[in-house]
T-cell receptor, first 116, second 110 residues
Framework: GAGVSQSPRYKVTKRGQDVALRCDPISGHVSLYWYRQALGQGPEFLTYFNYEAQQDKSGLPNDRFSAERPEGSISTLTIQRTEQRDSAMYRC??????????????FGEGSWLTVV | GIQVEQSPPDLILQEGANSTLRCNFSDSVNNLQWFHQNPWGQLINLFYIPSGTKQNGRLSATTVATERYSLLYISSSQTTDSGVYFCAVDDGGSNYKLTFGKGTLLTVNP
């Protein structure tokens, strides 16, 4: 696609429910990232994929959070047993090459998650 | 991890005015990018600029890597320039993990 596409754009869920957020990166982009952005803050790194390999998940807050990119394209971020503190915007990004340093990174419009 | 400080936190301008936004970082970097988050939440890359100077229309950026700061210049500001400007740098030994500053909220009034 022309840009990084995320769905759903807005999600309201009840505490304790699982949610899955989808990211469709720019076609052909090797690197894919997930970031989380709280209101009034900059994005914070969650995890990084190089093709289908999850090379860094150090930013995932706890084991309720997981991500996958099974075919090296579309990625899903899953949050199990959601809590109110998980409410935030979740942004996906992609960049063209496997060595992202020096690459422009392109962000999607984000998925707003509200846990009630 | 690396620290990124942006100033000023807020800035209000009249249309047509010029402005300078600053980003200080605490360690050497290989990657520095400026982003604009518009009022609709889109986060748009403006510049990849780990060193040197770049210009794109009314926007330009300069990074002095040896002194660990970067400046974003906006000339002849327009209401569409409103939003939050973020500086982001790579985090130490990682070449893929960006650390963002808290941003500068710019409001351009007509």
């Amino acid at each position: 696609g022309a840009g990084v596409s995320q769905s759903p754009r807005y999600k309201v869920t009840k505490r304790g429910q699982d949610v899955a957020l989808r990211c469709d990166p720019i076609s052909g982009h090797v690197s894919l990232y997930w970031y989380r952005q709280a209101l009034g803050q900059g994005p914070e790194f969650l995890t990084y994929f190089n093709y289908e390999a999850q090379q860094d998940k150090s930013g995932l807050p706890n084991d309720r959070f997981s991500a996958e990119r099974p075919e090296g394209s579309i990625s899903t971020l899953t949050i199990q047993r959601t809590e109110q503190r998980d409410s935030a915007m979740y942004r996906c990004a992609s960049s063209p090459f496997g060595n992202p340093s020096g690459n422009t990174i392109y962000f999607g419009e984000g998925s707003w998650l509200t846990v009630v | 991890g690396i620290q990124v400080e942006q100033s000023p936190p807020d800035l209000i301008l009249q249309e047509g005015a010029n402005s300078t936004l600053r980003c200080n970082f605490s360690d050497s970097v290989n990657n520095l990018q400026w982003f604009h988050q518009n009022p609709w939440g889109q986060l748009i890359n403006l510049f990849y600029i780990p060193s040197g100077t770049k210009q794109n229309g009314r926007l330009s950026a300069t990074t002095v890597a040896t002194e660990r700061y970067s400046l974003l210049y906006i000339s002849s500001s327009q209401t569409t320039d409103s939003g939050v400007y973020f500086c982001a740098v790579d985090d130490g030994g990682s070449n893929y993990k960006l650390t963002f500053g808290k941003g500068t909220l710019l409001t351009v009034n007509p």
